[in-house]
């Protein structure tokens, strides 16, 4: 897919690097959008050139690099970036330049650059902990945020040298993500800080013997997309999966495999959540009887049939609890219908009885089936809410759906009175 920049062409990217250690991972950020089918042109602040030459970016952009606003006077470069730019990255943004963009500067080609683009910018902060957590950076991406700014939170992990902490650059790929999202139309405001976030993903895995498992076609990728997306807009998310899938940048982990693992760790994180997502997708059935060796065909222990017992309901068990006060009273929660049209019903009527039958919030539909949805980048489908709206939704990337999603529920959230109208069920 190449990224549109409005009329059919290509999207022109601006890809800003700033002078710290983690330059070496722009390199990995521009040849993700270039592959995508993007404009790239890279602009480095001068210090940036001390970590990664100006022959490196231009090699992976096709495009010249140039720091400085004397450079092509006769194009008006400093300014003309900017204007025709459908969207603007900076990976990494220093502690300096967070605060020369915060204070409006103009000094260089990149802070002029960001002071004449009217398109999304999209900066991704990397630097010592001490320096992320001191007050003056804290005003200066709150000051960023209030302009209309997406400051991503930093990662966590290992800085230079032997330190470890919050301010780690994002890897390319969770950068190159919201992006993607950004250029495909989506919005990412920070309307989540402060929200505890609880998403599942992935397909369980119902142990057969130590070997083999009874599973799904679920690969995880729209659960990750919804504590990505959640991440970004400021929510402290976590993530109960049984995905391979890398952990997105900001997001807390809680491996799982089985439905059972998965219900425990869902409704122990939910206790405290202002929002659950159940897009995982649990197996309905586990085996009853789960061999503590291997079967070995030539053996003779092979079963003559696998008994299944019937796995709990989680979404019915976090309505329950949420009855209950087991989870907070104002906690909204969303369930998933992978779904397909049968002689009884489309797959929106079977997501509509569903709605009904669960008693959750919201509930997002998509059909399903082999080479559709499951494993895939893209997904479609329709929001419902227990106040009888619906909102269809495009085919498009998951991350984009993860988006559509959050904004319902940041919709459903700030409007109690449509909430209390509808009784939720056991």
Not at 70 to 77: A, E, G, N
Not at 98 to 107: F, H, I, K, P, T
Not at 286 to 295: E, W
Not at 331 to 350: I, K, W, Y
């Amino acid at each position: 897919m190449t990224p549109p920049g409005g009329d059919g062409r290509r999207a022109r990217v601006v890809v800003g690097v700033g002078g710290g250690i983690a330059a070496y991972k722009s390199c990995g950020l521009i040849r993700l959008l270039t592959e995508s089918g993007c404009h790239v042109d890279v602009v480095p602040t001068e210090a940036a050139l001390n970590f990664v030459g100006s022959a490196t970016f231009e090699a992976l952009s096709g495009n010249p690099v140039s720091t400085g606003v004397f450079s092509d006077v006769p194009s008006v470069r400093h300014v003309a970036l900017g204007q025709r730019a459908d969207l603007v990255v900076v990976a990494p943004a220093t502690a300096d330049l967070l605060a020369r963009v915060a204070s409006g500067r103009a000094d260089d080609l990149l802070t002029s650059t960001l002071l004449t683009a009217r398109c999304p910018v999209l900066l991704a902060p990397a630097m010592h902990t001490e320096m992320w957590e001191h007050p003056a950076t804290r005003r200066n991406v709150d000051t960023l945020r209030g302009d209309g700014v997406h400051v991503m939170p930093p990662a966590s992990g290992r800085l230079t040298g032997a330190d470890t902490g919050a301010g780690r650059l994002p890897e390319p790929a969770d950068i190159a993500r919201l992006a993607r999202l950004l250029l495909d139309g989506g919005t990412l405001p920070w309307d989540l800080a402060g929200k505890r976030v609880v998403v599942t993903s992935g397909g369980t895995r119902e142990e057969i013997d130590p070997v083999r498992f009874l599973g799904n076609r679920s690969s995880g990728k729209q659960g990750h997309a919804i504590a990505a997306v959640a991440a970004a807009r400021g929510a402290q998310v976590t993530l109960v999966t049984s995905s391979d899938l890398p952990v997105p940048a900001a997001v807390e982990a809680i491996r799982i495999d089985s439905a059972l693992e998965m219900r425990d760790a869902t409704l122990s994180a939910a206790a405290d959540a202002d929002v659950v997502i159940k897009a995982a997708a649990v197996a309905d059935f586990r085996p009853t009887d789960v061999s503590s060796s291997k079967l070995k065909k030539d053996s003779g222990s092979e079963p003559a049939q696998i008994r299944l017992e019937r796995n709990p309901d989680i979404l019915a068990g976090l309505v329950a609890a949420h009855a209950s006060g087991e989870i907070p009273a104002g906690c909204v929660l969303v369930g998933f219908a992978a779904e397909t049209g049968d002689s009884t019903g489309s797959v929106l009527e079977h997501g509509r009885a569903k709605l009904a039958r669960k008693g959750c919030d919201l509930l997002v539909v998509n059909e399903v089936g082999r080479g559709t949805t499951f494993g895939q980048d893209v997904n479609g489908g329709w929001i419902l809410d227990a106040a009888g709206g619906e909102v269809s939704v495009d085919r498009a990337s998951k991350d984009l759906l993860a988006s559509r999603i959050l904004d319902a529920v940041v919709s459903w959230a700030a409007a109690p009175s449509a909430r209390t109208t509808t009784d939720r069920t056991d």
